[in-house]
């Protein structure tokens, strides 16, 4: 008998596209989808094996505990991810640790997306058991492509001989969009392309200042804003490098998903990347560090294919089957334990029967309830 799963995000509920969780999640179900021991849903009705959540919200929260025999958390959230994200957190973060750590403890286990992650899950006082699994990456959905590249490259127009730095993510300060600004600024026979734009508007942090400065960008730095999920393949080939300033990241979706598609990765050297992308990366320890090695990969041919062909090949590390095979066995483990909170002692399916019946009786049969769900690409 197959292992019902349900993938439960905000994120895909709402479709919030341009933030790392859309993807994330989007991600997972994929690579849970080739198993054939699992059968997925995507905040799915019914009782279900495991319910996953992507995300801390109402909606998600009370559909796991309602949907799950088992619940399991992927942690994309910390504390410190915030900071630098979305206005006056300082007022507000000190009372969100206290929900993310009661949150994380709802859960039968929780899924850290890096090293760095579990580390700090575990200082936070999470006592559910933390297990390390990474943000898969679609191999065969990002992948080198010379004919995306030049269709991408005409629309923007942006010549096939122009070097171009690529970076993806929300507009906001913890991306160091500032530096990314600047550095175009210094290098001007190099094109930048920034992907991504606002999804929350006015609720994030320095948004007026960060409109601002887009506006007065250089004439080298174009802003896409929100690309669908579909088309950032080809915003990926663009480009020659991904650059990628960031203060603080868990394990970004934009690093696996341009790796794939053979850009050499200049990111910012955080602890946050040492252990799952160490070794594959430019690590620059200051912003001088970036004009340094965008130069370098510019004109050395040989550090450039060096580092192409470490992005290609830590991307194989994080695809669909290898992170789907120990989520396959995270999934059996947990079911073999007794949930840490008891949420199945009442039959659920025959509570929502009994539901229905009683909303027809009152005289709403009709009623639709919205469904989301994801087509997916076989």
Known sequence: MKITVNIISEALAWDVKGQGVYTASLSLAEALKRKEELEVSINGRGLHDIAHLHTPGPYAVSKGMLSGKRLVISAHIIPASLIGSLVLVDIWLPFFVKYLKYYYNLA??????????????????????????????????????????????????ISMSDFVAVGAGQIQPRKGIDVFIETAQKLPDIKFVWVGGQPFSVFTAGFMELQEKIKNAPSNIIFTGIVPYEEMTDYYNLGDVFFFPSYQENLPMAVLESASCGLPLLLRDIPEYKEPFGGFFIPAKT???????????????????????KALQLAQNYSLDNVGDKMLEIYRETLKNPPRYKRDWINLEKMRKEGRRIWKYLGYPNIKRRRESVKWEE
């Open 287 to 309: 912003n001088e560090d970036f004009l340094i090695y965008l130069l370098k990969l510019k004109n050395d041919k040989n550090f450039y294919i060096e580092y192409q062909s």
């Open 108 to 157: 039968d286990c929780v899924i850290a997306v890096s090293p760095k992650v579990k580390e700090e899950l575990e200082n936070l006082g999470v006592k559910a058991p933390i297990y390390f699994v990474p943000n898969p990456v679609n191999l065969e959905r990002f992948f080198p492509s010379w004919e995306k590249s030049k269709k991408i490259r005409e629309r923007l127009g």
